[in-house]
């Protein structure tokens, strides 16, 4: 189901709020629809992320900003990829599977990164502008 009908299903935009941020996005169409509901309609970053985490069965992480990630791990993702597609490694577990933080979990030339550079990981959805705060301190600019 695509992002717009789950936000209406679930009450958080209304069908006039989701046929406006359509009309948006077909005018400027690089646009992302929740980075559309969230900049031109007020929604709340969370239920943006919690609904595209629910989207892909991921987990949402509402406070990335609190997560301890040690910079071996978040190093194990290079700079100019965690930039590009606002991504960063914050975890591995025991079997070697890598968690990664996501802004966009949906972005395939991402996952297509993530591909190749491990062969298990799994995603997390973060909020855009929390992640943002992560990004500057594990990758300065």
């Given at each position: 189901?695509?992002?717009?009908?789950?936000?209406?299903?679930?009450g958080i935009i209304s069908t006039d709020t989701l046929e406006k941020a359509l009309a948006f996005q077909k005018a400027k169409p690089w646009k992302r629809l929740g980075d559309i509901l969230v900049e031109e309609f007020n929604i709340d970053h969370d239920s943006i992320g919690k609904t595209v985490a629910g989207q892909i069965g991921a987990e949402y992480v509402p406070s990335i900003q609190e997560v301890h990630i040690d910079h071996k791990i978040a190093a194990l993702i290079p700079s100019n990829v965690a930039l590009r597609y606002k991504i960063i490694a914050i975890a591995r577990d025991k079997d070697q599977c890598v968690t990664v933080a996501m802004v966009n979990p949906t972005d395939s030339k991402a996952i297509e990164h993530l591909h190749s550079i491990f062969k298990f990981w799994?995603?997390?959805?973060?909020?855009?502008?929390?992640f943002e705060q992560v990004m500057e301190t594990h990758y300065p600019t």
């Amino acid at each position: 189901m695509l992002l717009g009908q789950l936000l209406l299903m679930n009450g958080i935009i209304s069908t006039d709020t989701l046929e406006k941020a359509l009309a948006f996005q077909k005018a400027k169409p690089w646009k992302r629809l929740g980075d559309i509901l969230v900049e031109e309609f007020n929604i709340d970053h969370d239920s943006i992320g919690k609904t595209v985490a629910g989207q892909i069965g991921a987990e949402y992480v509402p406070s990335i900003q609190e997560v301890h990630i040690d910079h071996k791990i978040a190093a194990l993702i290079p700079s100019n990829v965690a930039l590009r597609y606002k991504i960063i490694a914050i975890a591995r577990d025991k079997d070697q599977c890598v968690t990664v933080a996501m802004v966009n979990p949906t972005d395939s030339k991402a996952i297509e990164h993530l591909h190749s550079i491990f062969k298990f990981w799994k995603p997390v959805v973060a909020g855009y502008k929390k992640f943002e705060q992560v990004m500057e301190t594990h990758y300065p600019t």
